[in-house]
């Protein structure tokens, strides 16, 4: 059995951290934009991960929401750090309605606003769904995915219509993306750590034990779902002011796809899993984006084919879910103590062929 | 002695089906009462009424005075009502301990805010309640097994981490559904040396489905038989053993 | 509102009913057996309609053996989806099915677009389903007939076979209690397998349909009226057919009017499906025609 050592474990987690923060201060001032924006997408898909994970994996409720709350948390965010003179130039359809038009706050304030705004829009879908049965979050996330996107191409003086918000200040640096990302994962494991925690993966186990035990199954669901909302709501603000330029056409199902496909590889319910799949997907993602454009080899010109990505990551989830459900993780988490059990037990074992 | 339980002429039909017919029974504090019956016979349903799990068509329910019929399940359990599973009902990918300090959520006086934080009530409440899981785990000679996931366990250890668990929610009544199912004699009869003692110690009432009738008479203070939902017997343990209803009941296929 | 004008705007909304309901059936009988909302069951809609297409445009069959072929064909893919991806997690938690059917969703339509390219194409329309009736100042478009009694047809022969065979009978019995089931000495994926069919040639006839009243073949197509299907199985109550013919008649009416009383909510025609989805959840979650199962 692996010791728990609480201030040993605090000790390397700081340790570790600052090595983080060494390495992104220096990605920060030598890496290329385009290694940046990589790194950049990394810590964004990291906090959609974990809290996407918390609904899902977590509390074992299957839900769709995430293109839907980045949505929401981009456009929200992108409406409130626009100043008034820039809203008056680039609402040419419709001028945007009053006090919207007026207001202008800080970038992190913005974010604060969109995960709340988010977490609202959570908690109201929580209550028609999660007082039924949870097997209908599914399609009713899925649906308000549809509906964001029409709603955003018609309330034209609030998000400007099919034209969406161009323009926005590119807030989103390296400190902000993982300064958030660190934040959100703490939170998470956390939460996951406490009773509310133990309450959440006692309803994915067994609901009716669980409400037997005097848990509010109702209740628990709300807090997960509205507590992952808020961190998808301030991941859309920071890619917001990433990619600086936001349409409804940008916030499709794709996303979620791509983040379901990240919980279900890393172990749906592992934390730990949620964020080295986060990873290593954004990244192989990016290197298979070669598939679809064209390319020369020795001479040989190969078209690009759009849609190939996207079937092998629709092979990938069938072959895990039917294959190898654990994923990297299972449920299991990181801890201190399992990695040092494993380095001690190398070092014997090393020495002892020797 | 206080009554904690009192059902009055409960009923519970699904369909065309009459599972529970008119069910009375009482359960007072420091009482062993069972409820026995052939297979089919309405008692696990009579549970799930009670707990909340089941709606009953009919009939009153109270708990300590107050009426619980048809309340919500957490609420019920909240108000002291526990129980364990026929067909075991565990957290299968949670750890033992974790099993049990589940139950203790509702005594949790955080916040999930300050869960996040981790501060103020938050250390405290969680040692106290990992403290009090490890204790019942102990009493029910779990206590080494604390970092065991729950479905490695064998049958029997599984059954005993369900009564820790029922207990942890502090509660004044506990309705267990055949604890000793899938025992072996010696541990049936540890277990009933078990719930005689939680009884002398803790006073609280508990009431219990089984099939092992040595269990059932050894244990019970009193006993309701009930078949295809109707009540046919009740009484101390020699008055069931030499009812001819209850004979009939049990034997009369033959 | 005049009077020709309202009667016209039904009888669209009619058409775009049935279209929903032949959707939704699937839904409704594929839940009620397997517990499983079948995301992939929307895309059997694209699936039938470009084998259709193929078979008259590139194979120069006749039509109806174009369409028949399609109907055979997409009944053959949706046994293949439960054989090859629900039915080896069966005893799965339920989370695992319904991510997998999301995967087989995405893996339908991102084939199609590889395979086929993602520019839609105008579906042929045969000469029997153009053109219109007039009576008096309405104008019935000949495919709406066609739609409506066809969907008539295929109601009535489905709701024949779940309570008049022995393997509809099974279907039922299925959808309380599948151990019982096996007890009674029932192959249960034999009857699995049926639903799927079933089901997936309403999808395929839906399909077609749909492709000829508007006609673009491209591979999501199937997206949308299979979200909106599904709202209407919830809407008549999940499990049950004719519920679900309703149910897809009340959306399809609900859309088409509600656009044409107010010709400014045009632009939210989509989040009509939604809203009522989430009137129907907190008032009468198990639909007008739900009955009361046992969970």
């Given at each position: 059995m692996p010791d728990e050592n609480p201030k040993r474990d605090k000790f390397l987690t700081f340790i570790s951290l600052s090595f983080l923060l060494c390495f992104l201060w220096y990605a920060d001032n030598h890496f290329s934009n385009y290694t940046l924006r990589i790194l950049n997408n990394i810590a964004i898909f990291i906090i959609l991960a974990v809290s996407y994970n918390l609904i899902n994996g977590i509390t074992g409720q299957f839900s769709l929401e995430p293109n839907a709350f980045l949505a929401v948390g981009a456009y929200t965010s992108a409406i409130f750090t626009l100043s008034p003179e820039e809203k008056l130039r680039s609402f040419i359809i419709e001028p945007m309605a009053w006090p919207l038009s007026e207001i202008s706050l800080s970038f992190p304030a913005s974010l604060v606003v969109a995960g709340v705004v988010t977490a609202f829009m959570a908690l109201l879908m929580a209550i028609p769904v999660f007082r039924v049965r949870g097997d209908y979050l599914a399609i009713v996330t899925l649906g308000f995915g549809e509906v964001i996107q029409v709603v955003a191409n018609n309330i034209v003086s609030v998000t400007n219509g099919p034209l969406g918000i161009k323009g926005?200040?590119?807030?989103?640096n390296i400190w902000w993306s993982w300064g958030i990302c660190i934040f959100t994962v703490l939170c998470v494991v956390r939460l996951v750590n406490s009773s509310y925690g133990r309450a959440m993966k006692a309803v994915r186990e067994d609901e009716t034990a669980a409400m037997a035990m005097g848990i509010n199954a109702f209740r628990i669901k709300t807090l997960a779902f509205t507590f992952s909302a808020f961190f998808e709501g301030v991941a859309g603000g920071l890619l917001a002011h990433l990619i600086t330029t936001i349409s409804p056409?940008?916030?499709?199902f794709l996303l979620t796809f791509n983040l379901l496909i990240i919980i279900v590889v890393g172990g749906l319910g592992s934390t730990t899993g949620a964020i080295i799949s986060a990873v290593l997907i954004t990244w192989g993602g990016e290197a298979l984006r070669l598939v679809e454009e064209p390319i020369s080899v020795l001479g040989f010109e190969y078209e690009g084919i759009p849609g190939m990505r996207m079937v092998l990551f629709s092979l990938i989830l069938i072959f895990v879910m039917l294959?190898?459900?654990?994923?990297?993780?299972?449920?299991n988490e990181f801890r201190w103590a399992i990695l040092i059990n494993w380095l001690k037990r190398r070092k014997t074992s090393e020495a002892k062929n020797q | 002695m206080i009554n904690l339980l009192n059902i009055q002429e409960l009923a519970v039909h699904f369909g065309g089906l009459c599972a529970v017919n008119s069910l009375n029974l009482r359960i007072n504090s420091s009482e062993i009462v069972g409820l026995i019956g052939p297979n089919g016979a309405g008692k696990t349903t009579a549970f799930n009424v009670i707990t909340g799990i089941i709606r009953p068509t009919k009939g009153k329910i109270t708990f300590l005075g107050r009426e619980i019929t048809g309340k919500p399940a957490p609420v019920i359990a909240r108000s002291g009502i526990a129980r364990t599973f026929q067909n075991i009902r565990l957290y299968?990918?949670?750890s033992v301990i974790e099993n049990v300090m589940v139950a203790a959520h509702s005594s949790v006086s955080y916040s999930f805010a300050e869960a996040i934080l981790g501060f103020g009530r938050f250390t405290r409440d969680e040692a106290r309640i990992r403290k009090r899981s490890q204790e019942l785990l102990d009493l029910m000679g779990?206590?080494?097994?604390?970092?065991?996931?729950?479905?490695?366990?064998p049958y029997g250890s599984q059954r005993k981490l369900e009564i820790a668990r029922a207990l942890a929610l502090e509660p004044k009544l506990v309705l267990l559904d055949e604890p000793v199912a899938g025992m072996n004699p010696t541990e049936t009869s540890d277990f009933a040396k078990f719930i005689i003692k939680l009884r002398q110690d803790t006073s609280i009432g508990i009431g219990l489905i089984d099939h092992d009738m040595s269990f059932v008479m050894n244990v019970c203070d009193k006993i309701k038989v009930i078949d295809h939902g109707i009540e046919i017997a009740w009484g101390v343990p020699h008055e069931i053993r030499n009812n001819k209803k209850v004979i009939k009941a049990y034997l009369g296929e033959n | 509102m005049d009077l020709s004008f309202a009667t016209q705007q039904v009888i669209y909304g009619l058409t775009l009913g049935c279209l929903y309901g032949l959707l939704a059936i699937g839904y409704t009988m594929v839940y009620g057996v397997l517990r499983l909302i079948n995301f992939a069951h929307g895309d059997l809609l694209m699936v039938s309609a470009y084998v259709a297409f193929f078979g008259i445009i590139i194979f120069s069959l006749p039509w109806p053996v174009a369409f028949l072929g399609a109907a055979i064909f997409t009944a053959v893919i949706g046994i293949l989806i439960d054989r090859g991806a629900y039915k080896p997690i069966?005893?799965?938690?339920r989370i695992s099915a319904l991510i997998t059917a999301i995967g087989v969703s995405f893996l339908l339509e991102n084939l199609a677009l590889v395979l086929i390219g993602g520019r839609p194409k105008s579906f042929p329309i045969p000469t029997l389903f153009n053109g219109s009736l007039s009576i008096g100042e309405l104008k019935v478009p000949v495919l709406s007939l066609w739609i409506l009694s066809l969907t008539l047809v295929l109601l009535v022969i489905v709701i024949g076979i779940v309570h008049k065979t022995r393997i509809g009978m099974a279907m039922r019995a299925l959808s309380r209690d599948i151990e019982t089931v096996s007890l009674m000495g029932i192959d249960e994926n034999r009857v699995i397998s049926f639903t799927f069919a079933l089901g997936s040639i309403l999808a395929a006839f839906g399909g077609v349909m749909w492709c000829m009243r508007y006609p673009a073949v491209e591979p999501f197509m199937g997206v949308i009226p299979g979200l909106k299907a599904f709202v209407a199985a919830v809407l008549g109550g999940i499990g049950n057919v004719t519920g679900a013919a309703i149910g897809g008649l009340i959306l399809g009416l609900a859309e088409v009017l509600i656009v044409a009383i107010q010709p400014d909510w045009s632009g939210y025609r989509d989040a009509i499906a939604f809203c009522i989805m989430i009137v129907i959840l907190l008032t009468r979650p198990r639909g007008i025609m739900g009955e009361n199962l046992p969970d």
């Open positions: 926005l200040a590119p807030h989103t056409s940008l916030f499709t294959f190898a459900r654990s994923g990297l993780m299972g449920r | 299968d990918d949670l779990l206590g080494h097994l604390t970092r065991e996931k729950a479905n490695s366990l | 069966r005893k799965s938690p």
